[in-house]
C-alpha cells in the first residue's frame, strides 16, 4: 500500500481503536515524539511501565557515561590520595608505601555498572589472594629462601594459573603479583623476615588490603551519588525492546496487507536492526545482573523472569527476520491484494493483541513478581490470542480455497502468504507459551548461590575447555613469555620483577591481536609514567599534598573519560591513568630535590626498558609459538561455520526429522564461527603479509554476510518441520519421485560452493589464481533446481488427494499447524536457500 512516510498506514475495520493506540505507541517510540496515548489503553500499565524503566528512555549515551564514571572514578582516587593525612598513627608504614597500587584496584574494578564492578571486584581479589597464598606457602616451605625454590615455585604456578580455566582477569592479577614476590624470595640480599607472611605489618597483608579497599571504593563509586545498576540497564531495554517488537510486528503486517512496495520497508529493516541491538544489551545486561543480588529472593525472580524474557525476543527477532525475508520476496500482485483484504482486520487485530500482551508480560518481568489480578489479565489475554489466531486460521483457510487454482492452496501466487501467516501465527504462539509461563509459579525458580559458585568452581576443570589444542597452546604461549621474562629479570637484571609484571598484563587470548594490543598498551603506559612523572616532579613535595590531590582528580577525571567513552583508546586511557595515577599517589618529601628528580627520571627510563624488552618477549614468543596468523583464523573459523550449517541441513535432507535434535546447540556453534571469523578478519587486515597477496578484506566481508543469510535460511527450511505434525509433514515431501532429484541438485551446488570458497581463499599468492578451479560450476545450472516444480506439483497432488479424504475439513485452530501453510514455508525457504547459494558462488566469482 503507497503511503506518503512511514507512519500515514491508514486504519480500517474492526481493529482501528487497537490500532491506533499501538500506532500512537509506535510513533512515541520510534520518532522519539512523547505523544499521548488514548484512554482506553490501559494507563495502569504504561505507569507501572514508565515507573520501571524511567519512561522508555534509552540508556546513556556515551559521551554522558563517560563524563559520570570519569568523575566517579577520580572522586575516589582523590579520597584515596587523601587518606594519607587521616591515616591513624598505628597503620604501619607499609601500607602507605602500597597505596599507589589502589590505583588499578579501582581502576580496572569500576566498569559499566554495579554488576560488572562486583564481577570484578571478585576478579580482582580472588587473583591477589591466590598470588599471595602462594607466596606464603612458599615462605613456609623455605623460610631462608632459594633461587632453584622460586623459579620450579613461579614456573608451577605461571602454568598451573594459565591452565585452570578462570576467568582472564583473574589470571592477570594473580600473575603480575607472582613475580615481584618470587624475585623477593629468590634474592638473597633481601631478608624474608614477616614480609611474605600474614601478620599486620606484612607486605602480602597490605597488598591484598589496598586491592580490598581499591574494590570498596570502586563500589561505592557505582553507587553513589546515585547507583548504576545492571538490573535497571536490563528493565530498560526490557520495556525499549518489547514496545519496538510490538512496533515492529504491527508495522509489518499492515505493509505486507497493503497493495504495493514503498520505501518505508527500508525503515523498518534499519529499525530491526537497532532493535536487534538493543536486545544484544539487553542479554548482556540481564545475564551480569545475577552479581547485583545472587538471585536471591526477588533478584532472583526477577532476573530468572528478565532472562525468559531474553529467550522470546531472541526467538521473535529470528521470526522477525523471515518476515522480512517474506515482505521482500512479495510482488504485491492483484491477486495478492485479493487474498490480504479479508485478512487484513483479523490479522491486526491478532498483532495488536500480540503486542499488548508482551507489553503487558514486560511489565511483569521488569516488576519481578506476578499478582493474581495480573495472572488473571494474563489469561484473558491468552484467551483472546488463542481466538484470534483461530480466526485468522479459518478467514485464511476460506479465502485461500477461493483463490487457489486447484484448492490445495500451493499456488505460486499464494505461497508467500501461506508463509507469513504461518511465521504470525507461530509468533502467536511463542507468546502464549511465554505468558504462559509467567504464571507458572514454578517455571522460573532462580538457581542457588552455592550451586552457582560450585558450578564456576568445577568450571575450571572442565575438561572440554582445558583440553583443546587452541587453549593448551595459550597456555604454552604465555605462559613461556612470563617464564622467559622472570628468568632474564632474575639472570641480567639483578632480580627485576618488572618486566615480568608487564608481561603479566599482557596475557591474551587473541594471539592474532597480540602485536597490535601490546603496542597499544606500550603507548598508555609510557604516556601515563612520563605525564604522571612530570607532575609529579612539580607538585611531589609535601607543601603542594592538597594540590596533588586536585591534581590526581584533574588526570583521572580526563583519562577515566576516555577510557570509559572511547571504544577505539579505551584501553590507552586506562594505562594512562593505572600508571600515570600511580606516580602521582607517591609519597610526597620535603623538598624535590635535583637528585630526586634524576632518580625519578631514570626509574621511569628504566621502566620504560623493560616494557620494551617485555613487549619484544612476548612478540617473538608469539611468533615462535604462532600456530597460525589471524588471516588463517579468520578463514578456518569461516569455513568451519559454513561446513558446519550446509553438512547439518544435508543430514536433515538425507536422514530426515531425527537431525533436528540438538538444532539449538548447533546454531551457537555456527554464530560463533561466524563471528570469530569477523573478528579476525579485522586483525588480518593489519598483520604483516610478506610474500603474501594483501587480505581480501572486501570479499571475506561479502562471504561473512551471505552464508550468515544462508545459515538463516536453511535453519528456517528445517525449522518448518519442527513441533507437532512435523515427522509426518517430512515423510509427505521426501516419499516423492522427485525428491532424490532436488535434494542431489541442490547439495551438489552447495559442495561446489564450500569447495571454491576454500580454493579462493585458500589462493594467498600475488601470482594469478588457477582458472580450474571454476570447472563444473557452469554445469550446476540456475538458481533454482530443475526438479523443483515437478516436486511441488507432485506435492500439490499428494495434499490434494489427503483434502479429499478429510472432505475438505479445516482442522487447525492455529495456521502455525496448517500443513500447507508449512508446506509452503519449506518450499518457498529452499527455493531462497538454492538462490543463497548461487548468489555466493556470484560473488566469490566476482571477486576473483
Same mark, same amino acid.
Given at each position: ?40 489503553? &490501559? ?49 604501619? &608504614? ?30 580482582? /581479589? +580472588? ?33 598451573? /594459573? ?8 583473574? *589470571? ?28 599486620? !605489618? ?59 512496495? =514503498? ?56 521470526? +522477525? ?6 515482505? +521482500? ?52 489475554? /491468552?484467551?483472546? /490470542?488463542? *481466538? ?51 504464571? &507458572? ?20 576443570? !572442565? ?33 627485576? =620483577? ?144 559454513? &561446513? ?10 538425507? !536422514? ?48 561473512? !554476510? ?48 564450500? *569447495? ?78 538454492? *538462490? ?13
Amino acid at each position: 500500500m503507497a503511503t506518503s512516510n512511514l507512519w500515514s498506514l491508514p486504519f480500517c475495520g474492526k481493529s482501528s481503536q487497537r490500532e491506533q493506540i499501538l500506532y500512537t505507541s509506535m510513533r512515541s517510540t520510534l520518532t522519539g515524539q512523547a505523544l499521548s496515548r488514548p484512554d482506553e489503553f &490501559d494507563p495502569v500499565m504504561l505507569e507501572r511501565l514508565q515507573a520501571f524503566t524511567g519512561g522508555l528512555k534509552t540508556w546513556r549515551p556515551t559521551f554522558t557515561h563517560g563524563i559520570s564514571f570519569g568523575g566517579r572514578v577520580a572522586v575516589v582516587c582523590c579520597l584515596a590520595c587523601a587518606s594519607r593525612a587521616i591515616c591513624p598513627d598505628w597503620m604501619p &608504614d607499609v601500607y602507605l608505601s602500597y597505596l599507589p597500587s589502589i590505583m588499578p584496584a579501582i581502576i580496572y574494578t569500576l566498569y559499566g555498572n554495579f554488576a560488572t564492578t562486583m564481577m570484578y571486584t571478585v576478579q580482582g /581479589i +580472588l587473583g591477589t589472594v591466590l598470588a599471595c597464598m602462594n607466596a606464603y606457602i612458599l615462605t613456609c616451605v623455605a623460610s631462608d629462601g632459594s633461587q632453584v625454590m622460586a623459579i620450579i615455585n613461579f614456573v608451577l604456578f605461571c602454568f598451573a /594459573i594459565l591452565f585452570l580455566n578462570m576467568n582472564i582477569n583473574v *589470571k592477570i592479577f594473580a600473575l603480575s603479583w607472582m613475580p615481584y614476590f618470587s624475585m623477593t624470595f629468590a634474592d638473597p640480599d633481601i631478608h624474608l623476615g614477616t614480609r611474605l607472611t600474614f601478620s599486620l !605489618d606484612s607486605e602480602l597483608t597490605a597488598i591484598i588490603f589496598m586491592q580490598c579497599a581499591g574494590s570498596v571504593l570502586a563500589i561505592l563509586a557505582a553507587l553513589l551519588p546515585t547507583p548504576v545498576t545492571a538490573t535497571s540497564h536490563a528493565r530498560e531495554y526490557a520495556a525499549t525492546t518489547a514496545n519496538a517488537t510490538a512496533e515492529l510486528f504491527l508495522f509489518v503486517a499492515k505493509y505486507y496487507c497493503g497493495t504495493s512496495k =514503498s520505501l518505508e520497508i527500508n525503515v523498518w529493516n534499519s529499525h530491526l536492526a537497532a532493535q536487534r541491538k538493543a536486545a544484544a544489551k539487553m542479554k548482556v545486561a540481564t545475564k551480569a545482573a545475577w552479581w547485583e543480588g545472587f538471585d536471591l529472593g526477588y533478584f532472583g525472580r526477577m532476573r530468572g523472569l528478565l532472562m525468559k524474557h531474553v529467550e522470546v525476543l531472541e526467538d521473535l527477532d529470528r521470526r +522477525l527476520g523471515v518476515l522480512q525475508v517474506c515482505v +521482500l520476496r512479495e510482488e504485491f500482485s492483484e491477486s495478492h491484494a485479493k487474498v490480504m483484504e479479508p485478512v487484513r482486520p483479523v490479522l491486526v487485530d491478532l498483532v495488536c493483541a500480540m503486542g499488548e500482551t508482551l507489553m503487558a508480560a514486560t511489565i511483569c518481568c521488569t516488576d519481578g513478581s506476578i499478582a493474581e489480578d495480573e495472572c488473571e489479565s494474563m489469561r484473558r489475554r /491468552i484467551s483472546d /490470542i488463542r *481466538k484470534l489466531l483461530y480466526e485468522v486460521a479459518s478467514t485464511f483457510s476460506s479465502v485461500r480455497k477461493t483463490q487457489s487454482a486447484n484448492g490445495t492452496g500451493l499456488d505460486q501466487d499464494l505461497r508467500t502468504e501461506s508463509f507469513f501467516i504461518c511465521e504470525v501465527s507461530k509468533c502467536a504462539e511463542i507468546l502464549v507459551v511465554f505468558a504462559q509461563e509467567l504464571i &507458572d509459579p514454578n517455571s522460573h525458580s532462580p538457581k542457588a548461590i552455592h550451586l552457582v559458585v560450585a558450578g564456576a568452581i568445577r568450571n575450571w576443570f !572442565d575438561p572440554k575447555v582445558i583440553t583443546t589444542s587452541s587453549y593448551i597452546y595459550f597456555v604454552l604461549r604465555n605462559g613461556i613469555s612470563i617464564v622467559v621474562a622472570f628468568l632474564l629479570g632474575l639472570w641480567i637484571w639483578d632480580y627485576d =620483577s618488572s618486566m615480568a609484571g608487564y608481561v603479566a598484563l599482557m596475557v591474551s587470548a587473541k594471539p592474532g591481536a597480540a602485536l597490535l594490543q601490546n603496542l597499544g598498551r606500550m603507548q598508555g603506559t609510557v604516556l601515563g609514567m612520563l605525564v604522571g612523572n612530570i607532575l609529579f616532579s612539580t607538585l611531589g613535595s609535601k607543601e603542594h599534598f592538597y594540590v596533588q590531590c586536585v591534581a590526581i582528580l584533574v588526570f583521572e577525571f580526563c583519562t577515566n573519560f576516555i577510557y570509559h567513552s572511547s571504544e577505539e583508546f579505551g584501553a590507552i586511557g586506562a594505562l594512562l591513568a593505572v600508571f600515570g595515577g600511580k606516580v602521582l599517589m607517591q609519597q610526597g618529601t620535603d623538598e624535590v630535590s635535583p637528585e630526586d628528580l634524576l632518580h625519578m627520571e631514570s626509574a621511569a627510563y628504566h621502566a620504560f626498558y623493560m616494557l620494551a624488552i617485555g613487549l619484544a618477549v612476548n612478540t617473538l614468543t608469539d611468533m615462535i609459538l604462532l600456530s597460525a596468523p589471524a588471516s588463517t583464523m579468520a578463514k578456518e573459523a569461516l569455513l568451519q561455520g559454513m &561446513d558446519r550449517s550446509f553438512n547439518q541441513f544435508e543430514n536433515f535432507l538425507v !536422514d530426515g526429522f531425527s537431525q533436528l535434535e540438538g538444532l539449538g546447540s548447533f546454531v551457537g556453534e555456527v554464530d560463533a564461527n561466524f563471528a570469530d571469523a569477523e573478528k579476525f578478519s579485522l586483525e588480518a587486515d593489519q598483520e604483516p603479509r610478506w610474500h603474501k597477496a594483501l587480505f581480501r578484506t572486501k570479499l571475506f566481508g561479502l562471504l561473512i !554476510d551471505k552464508l550468515r543469510e544462508t545459515h538463516a535460511d536453511l535453519l528456517t527450511v528445517q525449522r518448518s518441520f519442527q513441533g507437532e505434525g512435523g515427522e509426518e509433514l517430512f515423510s509427505l515431501i521426501s516419499e516423492r519421485p522427485s525428491f532424490p532429484a532436488v535434494r542431489r541438485e541442490l547439495l551438489a551446488k552447495m559442495q561446489r560452493t564450500q *569447495k571454491l570458497l576454500r580454493d579462493v581463499l585458500g589462493h594467498e599468492s600475488i601470482g594469478r589464481i588457477d582458472p580450474d578451479i571454476l570447472n563444473g560450476v557452469a554445469d550446476l545450472g540456475g538458481s533454482q533446481p530443475e526438479a523443483l516444480e515437478r516436486l511441488i506439483a507432485e506435492i500439490r497432488q499428494e495434499v490434494l488427494a489427503s483434502s479429499h479424504k478429510k472432505h475438505g475439513k479445516f482442522e487447525p485452530g492455529t495456521m502455525a499447524l496448517d500443513q500447507v501453510c508449512r508446506l509452503c514455508t519449506f518450499l518457498e525457504m529452499l527455493s531462497r536457500v538454492a *538462490k543463497d547459494v548461487h548468489s555466493t558462488l556470484a560473488v566469490t566469482i566476482e571477486q576473483l
